[in-house]
């Protein structure tokens, strides 16, 4: 399997975008896909995870309803609708993904294998 993010751009503070990680290859079902973000001058922090299979979600704590991950395993993509963005929220967002992936391990990067290359939200207050 291989990722591709898309959807990143220029949003103004309480704003939407919508990211997709696209994924070609075998056995999409059978992966753990997460988006993770970069911050300038900060460390990589987990955004989001769908589960392989029936998709339960998860979120970090810094979401606060704001975004919604899905998954649509025909189409072999993982949508991540962010909603009210702020200035705080400007970030490389990167997808990844792991072949049945256990829930302890989804907001730890080291465990995903398989890394899109990144797209670029920029939120202007």
């Known amino acids: 399997v291989q990722l591709q993010a898309s959807g990143g751009g220029p949003v103004q503070a309480g704003g939407s975008r919508r990211l997709t990680c696209s994924a070609s290859?075998?056995?999409?079902?059978?992966?753990?896909v997460a988006w993770f973000r970069q911050a300038p001058g900060k460390e990589r922090e987990f955004v989001s995870a769908?589960?392989?299979?029936?998709?339960?979600?998860y979120y970090g704590d810094f979401v606060q309803g704001r975004f919604t991950i899905s998954r649509d395993n025909d189409k072999k993509t993982v949508n991540l609708q962010m909603n009210n963005l702020q200035p705080e929220d400007t970030a490389v967002y990167y997808c990844?993904?792991?072949?049945?992936?256990?829930?302890?391990?989804?907001?730890?990067?080291?465990?995903?294998?398989?890394w899109g290359q990144g797209t670029l939200v920029t939120v202007s207050s």
């Open positions: 290859g075998r056995f999409f079902i059978n992966y753990t």
């Open positions: 990844a993904a792991a072949s049945f992936l256990h829930v302890n391990y989804y907001s730890t990067e080291r465990y995903y294998n398989l």
């Open positions: 769908v589960k392989y299979g029936v998709g339960t979600t």
